[in-house]
């Protein structure tokens, strides 16, 4: 499996927004779903975001429902992160996660990186006050 790519990072003000875009392998026959996690310094890498691949499903952590959106293009391997009204605090790493296989039942696993065996090297994302 080829990692993820993920781009479109950058600095930017608070209240403004970014796009981030992650390219994945062509192996679709073996993705369940990709997600997004991010990590602040000092921080452990937390959830952001996930969505079923087929189904098109969307989950999301708390801090970044309603400015947050996720979004596929199921053809092109390709996953989205769309963040609108940016605030300092979103400020970390962003990583783009594939899951390959069948996944344990239920949604809770989607919020665990452990359940995810692909990773891109992450973008950087810097909102200022």
């Known amino acids: 499996q080829v990692p993820p790519v993920e781009s479109g990072g950058g600095l930017v003000q608070a209240g403004d927004s970014l796009r981030l875009s992650c390219a994945a392998s062509?192996?679709?026959?073996?993705?369940?779903?990709m997600g997004w996690f991010r990590q602040a310094p000092g921080k452990e890498r937390e959830f952001v975001a996930a969505?079923?691949?087929?189904?098109?499903?969307?989950y999301y952590a708390d801090s970044v429902k309603g400015r947050f959106t996720i979004s596929r293009d199921y053809a092109k391997n390709t996953v989205f992160l769309q963040m609108n009204s940016l605030k300092p605090e979103d400020t970390a790493v962003y990583y783009c996660?594939?899951?390959?296989?069948?996944?344990?039942?239920?949604?809770?696993?989607?919020?665990?990186?452990?359940?995810?065996?692909?990773w891109g090297q992450g973008t950087q994302v810097t909102v200022s006050s």
């Open positions: 996660a594939d899951r390959p296989g069948f996944p344990p039942s239920g949604s809770t696993w989607y919020f665990n990186s452990r359940e995810y065996a692909y």
């Open positions: 062509g192996r679709t026959f073996t993705r369940y779903a």
């Open positions: 969505i079923a691949w087929s189904a098109g499903t969307e």
